[in-house]
């Protein structure tokens, strides 16, 4: 099993491009979720997503759009980017629909620059 | 609101000693899940351990325990005879319901940055 896998690992972007992160899970996991993390900021939730169809948002959704069409893929879209996107993505999915329990298990992250 | 402090920004070990990093939490829940990850230079995220609320035992995995006292709302990790391969960075969460949709969501601290010393 390849877990959690998150497309590409790098990407700079100028401010107005538009990207699509790609995250994908091959473990059947209900809830899968976005985070960002800054320096000195720890993780914050951008949105999540409870099954195919079914999105939310998390801390932090101003300028990103997810979607879930399937259960294995979690996309999250910058439709304009902008510096203050600069950061570490998190692409996280977890078995159920984030039941107490439930451990999150993380992709490798994306770093972004937005010049 | 749910909150998490981790309020050690940088730790210090000496190899093959036991450290402790301290994390405490504000919530209104009854159930909750409190997880610890590391993350090394690297950049992953790690998972190492995980305390339900309702457990009444303290959880342990390895080299790895917690030290939870509910009533205080702190969850120390113990992480005993410390390798080189432990510095990292070392961030506690909580996970709890959001009642928006019905589901939970994963809060995180700012992280304690470990360095084991030879």
């Known amino acids: 099993n390849a877990g959690v896998t998150q497309t590409p690992k790098f990407q700079v972007l100028k401010t107005g491009q538009s990207m699509t992160l790609q995250c994908a899970q091959d473990?059947?996991?209900?809830?899968m979720s976005w985070y960002r993390q800054d320096p000195g900021m720890g993780l914050r939730l951008i949105h999540y997503s409870v099954g195919a169809g079914i999105t939310d948002q998390g801390e932090v959704p101003n300028g990103y759009n997810v979607s879930r069409s399937t259960t294995e893929d979690f996309p999250l879209r910058l439709l304009s980017a902008a510096p203050s996107q600069t950061s570490v993505y998190f692409c996280?999915?977890?078995?159920?629909?984030?039941?107490?329990?439930?451990?999150?298990?993380f992709g490798p992250g994306t770093r972004l620059t937005v010049l | 609101a749910q909150k998490i402090t981790q309020t050690q920004p940088g730790m210090f070990v000496q190899e093959k000693e036991a450290v402790t990093l301290d994390c405490t939490y504000d919530t209104s829940d009854q159930s909750y899940g409190l997880f610890w990850y590391k993350q090394p230079s690297s950049g992953e995220m790690i998972f190492l351990i995980y305390q339900g609320s309702y457990d009444e035992q303290n959880a342990t995995e390895g080299r790895y325990s917690l030290n939870f006292q509910k009533a205080r709302k702190s969850t120390n990790l113990v992480i005993s005879a410390s390798q080189l391969g432990d510095s990292a960075m070392y961030f506690c969460?909580?996970?709890?319901?959001?009642?928006?949709?019905?589901?939970?969501?994963?809060?995180f601290g700012k992280g304690t940055k470990l360095s084991v010393i030879p």
């Open positions: 473990m059947n996991h209900e809830y």
């Open positions: 996280a999915s977890s078995p159920l629909a984030g039941r107490s329990t439930d451990t999150q298990y």
């Open positions: 969460a909580m996970i709890f319901a959001y009642s928006g949709a019905g589901s939970y969501q994963l809060t």
